[in-house]
């Protein structure tokens, strides 16, 4: 859509462009599109051959104009962008739009970025498609030295066990850049002059992958991105990393002069008003998970005190577990990091469920802003400890 000089001022797409553009003349909108529709004097439109390309059409026509009534505000954060990696393997990650700051700084870690995407929902789903049928990918933090459940799924090659050439895997990536850029028919051309070549060397195995490829490129089924985005509409939230974040710790002695700390940051820096500190009363032996349960159950019995957007906890799964066991118990649904300090206790890995990938792609992406919390957790901790034990000994 474009104003009087010709100036484009919105981008949309849709199944039906009659019933879509039909419905901004018709039918009652909010003050913006009422706004949007009085500057319209021209609309322009492109057709493409399916869904998942007239996403991500919109998706590059945004970038390239940035229409103001796509983004109605230029700090908004709520937009999606897929990232391609710069590691031997790439990964595909989801940045959201909060995030694209943390990143500038980091150049040697991001290849490639594509966005905004408007439509969370229709990206993942469209994202796994991609995976599923065409392009299979990594997108762990970490890799294993064995196959995870994506191999057997194939949606993944995995480079982790070796059983993709580091030549062929970044082969693969760029196809799935081309078509991010929009040059579907490039990548066929691509693939057909590598099906020629693995005939000629008999590697047939291989010229049948890429036959396979070449076929589900142009045979993308429209109406499955219509109805995977039901799939993923509880996904579009995401985990804000600049919201409420609870950071935990127990400190102890053998037990003794037990304590657990709670510390709280916003908007990534600490706000000490909110701390609190919790003498540990139902244990006297070393129990750190079990310190962790209490600490965690008292804490949730203070209902005035906010909800987290996010718990961290120093340790591992045993202290992970812990918190899950009881927010399940009173069924709250917050997610859980934990950060462990490795076999020699100078590693601080970070420790997330890897069915979650939203909370995994956090983990990473905001190492800094999460050891930050851990470490402040552990000195508020140590410090009640120090204190408790202080005052024991002048009491004896």
């Not at 000490?272 to 006297?284: D, G, H």
């Not at 987290?308 to 927010?327: H, K, M, Y």
């Not at 990091?337 to 990473?364: S, T, Y």
């Amino acid at each position: 859509m474009k104003n009087a000089a010709g100036k484009i001022i919105y981008v949309g797409k849709a199944t039906s462009l009659r019933d879509r553009v039909g419905s901004y003349f018709t039918q009652p909108h909010d003050r913006r599109i009422e706004s949007l529709v009085a500057e319209i004097s021209d609309i322009d439109y492109k057709k493409t051959p399916t869904v998942i390309e007239a996403l991500i059409l919109e998706a590059n026509l945004i970038k390239k104009y940035f229409p103001k009534y796509n983004v109605k505000e230029k700090d908004d954060k709520s937009f999606l962008y897929v990232a391609f990696t710069n590691e031997k393997f790439p990964r595909i990650i989801l940045l959201r739009g909060h995030e694209l700051e943390k990143i500038k700084n980091s150049k040697d870690k991001i290849k490639k970025l594509f966005g905004p995407f408007t439509s969370a929902s229709s990206l993942r789903a469209a994202l796994d498609i991609l995976r599923r049928r065409i392009f299979p990918f990594r997108d762990c933090v970490t890799m294993a030295k064995k196959p995870c459940l994506y191999y057997s799924l194939k949606r993944c090659p995995a480079p982790c066990a070796g059983l993709v050439s580091q030549k062929d895997y970044r082969r693969l990536i760029r196809h799935l850049i081309l078509f991010f850029e929009g040059k579907k028919e490039k990548v066929i051309k691509n693939l057909k002059k590598e099906m020629v070549a693995a005939s000629r060397e008999e590697d047939f195995e291989k010229a049948a992958r890429f036959r396979n490829q070449i076929f589900s490129l142009e045979h993308i089924q429209d109406v499955a991105v219509i109805k995977e985005e039901s799939k993923f509409k509880n996904r579009e939230s995401g985990i804000n990393i600049f919201g409420r974040i609870e950071g935990y710790d127990i400190s102890n002695i053998n037990g003794t002069a037990a304590t657990g700390s709670m510390v709280v940051f916003e908007d990534g820096k600490p706000n000490k008003n909110e701390y609190r500190k919790f003498k540990i009363k139902t244990l006297s032996t070393p129990n750190d998970v079990g310190m962790m349960k209490e600490v965690m159950t008292r804490r949730l019995t203070h209902t005035e005190w906010p909800r987290p957007n996010l718990i961290l906890v120093d340790g591992g799964w045993g202290q992970i577990n812990a918190v899950r066991e009881i927010l399940a118990e009173q069924k709250i649904k917050i997610p859980v990091l934990g950060i462990a300090k490795g076999f020699d206790r100078k590693q601080d890995r970070l420790i997330a469920d890897p069915k979650n990938p939203e909370l995994v792609r956090v983990a990473e992406l905001h190492k800094d802003i999460l050891l930050r919390v851990r470490d402040e957790a552990h000195r508020f901790a140590i410090g009640y400890h120090k204190l408790l034990r202080r005052k024991k000994l002048f009491n004896k």
